[in-house]
C-alpha cells in the first residue's frame, strides 16, 4: 500500500460517505465532499461529519 496516497471525500445523493483515490475519476452518482488528505485525514474527517449511518431516504 502506498502510504503517500492521496485521498478525497466523496459523498453521495443518500449522504453516505466513501474514501477515493483522489487521482482517479469520482465514480457516477457520488460528489466530491470537499475533503483531500492522507487515508488517516480523510477517515477522521469521515468520522466527523457522518453521524447518522442511514441512507436519506431511511430519515424521518
Known sequence: ???NARYQVLRNDEDQYSLW?????????WHAAGKEG????CTDYVDEVWTDMRPRSLRS
Not at 483522489?22 to 452518482?29: E, F, H, K, S, T
Open 38 to 41: 492522507t487515508k488517516q485525514e
Open 21 to 29: 483515490l483522489a487521482d482517479l475519476a469520482i465514480p457516477a452518482g
Open 1 to 3: 500500500m502506498d502510504e
